[in-house]
């Protein structure tokens, strides 16, 4: 039978989850969005919290960092609703109350999603208190992500890395403890020579050269940072330093296996809230939205409503999925790529739709309707754009490589 609930153990931090983003996030969120670069205070107060959460074990999965395959779980029987879903539950409700902030939030970094996926135990352990950004972009470099032109060289006398490059949009680039940053150890290799570094923040020769003026989420900082002969210890090449053909660029892109469902759920989030608030101001408007009768036979503005209702709820179901198989340590990234592509595109058009059927309070700073449409934006663009999500699908449904359909 399928069962279409959220499962109960979740149910509490789902519900924390919407609390603090109704009662701390909503609150600061058009403050911030105004005040473009300044540090969110407020989040401190919410990060000690989450962080006392994940000691006491309470609040598993409560973040990005919660995504790490449970290596235990083939000795257990039956199916895991664990940190993945748990993650994309509670970030989705998050982003109900702000994606910027979210994206702003200590400690809850993409960067920390990717240590989170490659990392092994005892870097895992030494990370396990970093707030990591993630650097993969460049001048040259955005889509074609296999193409980095960033380099890692070994140096033997000290045992460290030596990096030179530029990365440009990261997100949290200023504010994070440290930037995990995708690098090749070698150009003539290929793909499989990229490797992730964690680098801290006050390295010498890493240096945040600006920050970007943005659409949407204002509240975030995004930065270029360049890297000049900076040196990082051996051991925070995250995984294995082994450059394998075979393969290939498996090892980076199981990052994105992870990143992209967090992705999607934020976009789920945002365009939830652009779809609670307008079915109240249409009902104040006297259009009541009936789930109970088919869309032709109601107002317009509702039959819209229920159209993009739908949308949401599949951009939904995609992403509880690819978290879900996560979980299960099933292979997920053609559903990682699906759910992204869904929810980044669909969150974009609801939020937009939205703003159109709420007209003059939908496009005013009156309300929040506005900056969701672009706050939106941002997750059909990074991690991957709507088109290599759908690129990605079309491979792995066709069995074709990368070399064979570009
Ligand atoms: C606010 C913001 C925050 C960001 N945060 C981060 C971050 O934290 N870390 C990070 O590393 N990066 C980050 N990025 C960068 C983001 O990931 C890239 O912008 C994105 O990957 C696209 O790369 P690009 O901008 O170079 O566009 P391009 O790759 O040049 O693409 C331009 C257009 O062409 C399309 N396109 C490209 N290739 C194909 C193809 N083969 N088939 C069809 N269409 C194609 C793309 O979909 C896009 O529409 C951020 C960007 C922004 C705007």
Redo the contacts with the bound molecule.
């Keep these: 039978m399928i069962h279409l609930d959220d499962p109960l153990r979740l149910r509490t931090l789902r519900d924390q989850a919407h609390q603090v983003a109704m009662n701390m996030l909503r609150p600061v969120s058009r403050k911030y969005d105004r005040a473009e670069h300044e540090y969110p205070k407020e989040l401190d107060m919410l990060a000690a919290m989450i962080d006392g959460l994940s000691e006491s074990g309470a609040g598993e999965g409560a973040g990005a960092s919660g995504v790490r395959r449970d290596e235990q779980l083939e000795a257990l029987s039956g199916v895991k609703n664990g940190a993945n879903l748990a993650s994309v539950m509670s970030i989705a409700e998050m982003c109900w109350g702000d994606v910027g902030l979210l994206l702003s939030m200590p400690r809850q970094g993409?960067g920390n999603s990717a240590i989170a996926s490659v990392a092994d135990d005892e870097q895992l352990a030494r990370f396990k208190d970093t707030w990591a950004?993630?650097?993969?972009?460049e001048p040259g470099?955005?889509?074609?992500?296999a193409n980095i032109q960033t380099t890692a060289v070994l140096d033997p006398a000290t045992d460290c890395y030596v990096i030179n490059g530029e990365?440009?949009?990261?997100?949290?680039?200023e504010r994070a403890d440290s930037v995990v940053v995708?690098a090749t150890l070698d150009r003539s290799l290929g793909r499989a020579a990229i490797k992730s570094f964690v680098v801290e923040k006050g390295t010498p020769g890493m240096k945040v050269e600006r920050l970007?003026h943005?659409l949407g989420?204002r509240a975030?900082d995004?930065a270029t940072i360049t890297f000049t002969d900076c040196r990082v210890p051996k051991e925070n090449l995250l995984g294995t330093a082994e450059v394998d053909p075979k393969q290939g660029f498996a090892g980076a892109m199981a990052t994105f296996d992870n990143t992209r469902p967090l992705v999607a759920a934020m976009a789920v989030g945002v365009a939830r809230a652009s779809l609670d608030l307008t079915r109240d101001l249409l009902a104040q408007a006297g259009v009541e939205v009936d789930h109970d009768r088919p869309a032709q036979v109601q107002h317009a503005a509702a039959a819209t409503f229920l159209q993009l209702e739908a949308d949401w709820e599949g951009a939904r179901l995609l992403t509880l999925q690819a978290a879900w198989e996560a979980d299960n340590r099933k292979p997920n990234s053609l559903e990682a790529s699906m759910a992204k592509a869904k929810a980044g595109r669909v969150g974009s058009e609801i939020t937009l739709r939205c703003v159109e059927l709420a007209s003059t309070l939908g496009y005013s700073e009156t309300e929040l309707l506005e900056k969701w449409a672009r706050d939106s934006k941002?997750l059909d663009?990074?991690?991957?754009?709507?088109?290599?999500q759908q690129?990605i699908v079309a491979r792995r449904l066709l069995g074709l490589s990368s070399a064979e359909l570009?």
């Design positions: 993409l950004a993630m650097a993969i972009t470099v955005g889509s074609d992500s990365k440009i949009f990261v997100t949290a680039g995708w970007e943005k989420i975030s995004t941002i663009i990074f991690e991957g754009t709507q088109q290599i690129l570009k």
